[in-house]
């Protein structure tokens, strides 16, 4: 068992008034005995599990829940080598389609999945439940940091000692896919500052077209960007969180946008459309800051426009710069009800690190991995001829490496997300500001933290 590191104690301040109950009812529902040493529970206080691997012979059914396409064949594969731990998985919507609600209600009732697929700004809100099991102790987790992109790793530690709630799954880098026939024949340089973006923007509008689109709709998006410039929306401190949705990195971002809406140099329509697709295909939108997992996006939806993209670095705020920001990613976590997290662990582990895994989650449902000699695998060395004989990884890999592994996430992004949602739309439509929306989801993030007696300070 774990011993209770400052960092635990910073997040069990949290875990006050209606969320000791709840944190008690979902104790209650683990294994036997969470004090025991041989217990396969998880210990009370830290969230330690208590690692002892399943006696010689027994049977181990673990499981799992996740919405990867094809993560049936990955499963299939480690349970022909592995037939005295078998793994169930269930796929279905998405976190944000309703299965992080779900499976909250699971972890009340007791009957959560050893195993579940959370996005990495979603783990907070999970781990404020007490929800997680720490599997710091479980065989082979805290050996394994070495092998991931530093920053996912301090995702899955929330900076405490000693802690490891979740195994780093895929990873979103952002860069700056971009029309290159197009910006070759204006004469464009492609844009290496958010200056130079203006700029660029400002002679693509002159012709008709957009450098790219603001959506309303991907708060997570515009995180990305905050991220980018170090921002720090969310800080858990010995006497609870703070909230800082309107410092000033984030306001510069929201400026520096909302200057480009009220110049009408951005697209206002909304990423994933129809008119979304039909702006990339047909040469109104030329460029996209977007994550990894966007090359196959834009793959799909522009089929005409094959050969004419490439992908260069994200634009920097200050010239010479090399930081990137993120925009999705995930993590396979073990539950703190689970009963064998040895086993959940191990699973875990051979997902998100094995070879034969990580080329099946890349081909099968387009993963970026976490990991670094995932980032070396043969398929994402290829140059690419969507992307004009690019080996458009490359950039991506080096934009991983310079993600400020800093950032914070809060317990409350879905009330987050949906407030910088409205406040968004309302921006777009010249109704209020960016900035007016940080502001506004600032104070209804806080309103709901305090809701859930989640402490705030400052």
Known sequence: MTATTKGSRRWL??????LLLFAAACSSSSSSSDSSAGSSGAAAGDGSAACAPAAAGEKVNL???SWIPGIEKVVATWNAANPDIQVDVKTGPSGNGGAYQNFSNGIKAGNAPDLMQIEFDRLPNFRIQDGLANIA????VTEAKSQFVDWTWSQATFGEADSVYAIPQDTGPLALFYRKDLFEQAGIAVPTTWAEFQTAAEAIAAKGAFITNFSSGDPNQFAGFVWQNKGAWFQSTDAGWKVSLTDKASTDVANYWQGLIDKKLVSPVKNFTDEWNKAADTGQLWGWVSAVWGNQTIESNAPSTTGKWAVAPMPQWTSG????????????AVFKGSKHPAEAAKFALWLNTNTESLTALNSEGGLYPATTAGQELPALQQPSAFYGGQDIFTVFKDASSEVDPSFTWGPVMNETYNA???GFGAAVNGQGTLSDALTAAQTKTIDAMKAQSIPVVG
């Open 321 to 332: 710069g090399k930081a990137a920001g993120n925009w999705g990613g995930s993590t396979t």
């Open 137 to 140: 102790s479980c065989p082979g």
């Open 63 to 65: 499981s799992f829940y």
């Open 420 to 422: 910088l949602t409205d």
């Open 13 to 18: 301040a949290a875990l006050t008034g209606g």
